[in-house]
């Protein structure tokens, strides 16, 4: 089976909506047809400002909140990046091969450091897309199920894998974009053309899983709406209609157009009540699950262990093959 391999940042007490809708759906969908390996990016958390205290524990928060959202231990590899060495190791490689003018043009960095300029920024940001390079390209996958905001640097690991293959001969497969056709952007909800993120200006645009479901529901009902009363997808002249519409559709697996004809005539405060108990219905579930995972944190370790044995078989083979093909004097 073609292998596939994506990862989210513990960096949030919990992942929210655009996470669950524009990557874990997938991701457990693909389950079915792929090898997969998911993983939690815990040296990307450390790219910004945190508290150390907290990353241990926001790490087995998202792990429990991957197996709750319906990823299968069995038959996915689940593992944090920190346990499996490699990853750090390539990405040094990686940053000899990576052009710093290249590196510079990632907009991801230029956003973040827009405001406070890049003086503020870490070079670990800066070289964070170079990691997330070494995170895919270890592992030889087929294919990488991300949401429409990692594309960039997507496009940056297959030019670093061509390039290395270029010049040390053969190693890296290059990884494809897997990026669904409908959640791949969800949107604030206060803010419907901006994407939703654990950022947000207002608690109120973000959707969070762990949220307790009444205030979840409270959120989608005070979602920003657009002028008209029309129900109708039109990301131009309707962003916090469409937003909704595209929620509601990932969420039930009901088409969009399939929506636009339920809600004929109605009001968009029609479509705000159903919407609000979907998403109640969906976390609910989520959120007890991922508790009682939480409840037992010591078989979360041993399972997350059991993860990185398996990635560390596939990630140390690809190494071994990068310091051969770079020349470095094998150790004795
Ligand atoms: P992260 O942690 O920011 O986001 C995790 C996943 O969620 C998707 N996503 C969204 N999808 C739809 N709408 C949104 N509003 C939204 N916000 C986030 C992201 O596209 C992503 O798929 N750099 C990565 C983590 C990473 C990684 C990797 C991913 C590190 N190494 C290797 C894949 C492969 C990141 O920060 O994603």
Known sequence: ???????????????????????????????????????????????????????????????????????????????????VPEHAELAWVLNCVTGFGEASRMTQFKDKTQKSGTDAATV??????????????????????????????????????????????????????VIPKEGAKIYDLQHPTAKMSKSAESPAGLINILDNPKQAAKKIKSAVTDDGTEIRFDREAKPGISNLLTIYSTLSGKSIAQLEQEYQGKMYGHLKVDLAEVVVETLAPVQARAQELLDDPAELDRLLARGAQKARSIASATLADVYSKVGFLPAG
């Not at 070289?127 to 960039?152: F, N």
């Open 1 to 83: 089976r073609p292998r596939l391999l994506s990862g989210m940042q513990p960096s949030a007490d919990s992942l929210h909506l655009g996470n669950y809708l524009g990557a874990l759906v997938n991701w457990v969908r693909l389950q079915d047809e792929y090898e997969t390996f998911f993983f939690i990016p815990d040296l990307h958390a450390i790219t910004v400002d945190y508290d150390p205290k907290d990353l241990a524990q926001r790490t087995r928060v998202t792990c429990a909140q991957y197996i709750a959202g319906g990823i299968d231990i069995e038959r996915t590899a689940l593992f944090v990046q920190s346990h």
């Open 124 to 177: 670990g940001l800066f070289a964070y897309p170079v990691l997330m390079a070494a995170d895919i390209l270890l592992y030889r996958p087929y294919g990488v199920p991300v949401g429409e905001d990692q594309r960039q640097h997507l496009e940056l690991a297959r030019n670093l894998a061509q390039r290395f293959n270029h010049r040390f001969g053969e190693t890296f497969v290059v990884p494809e974009a």
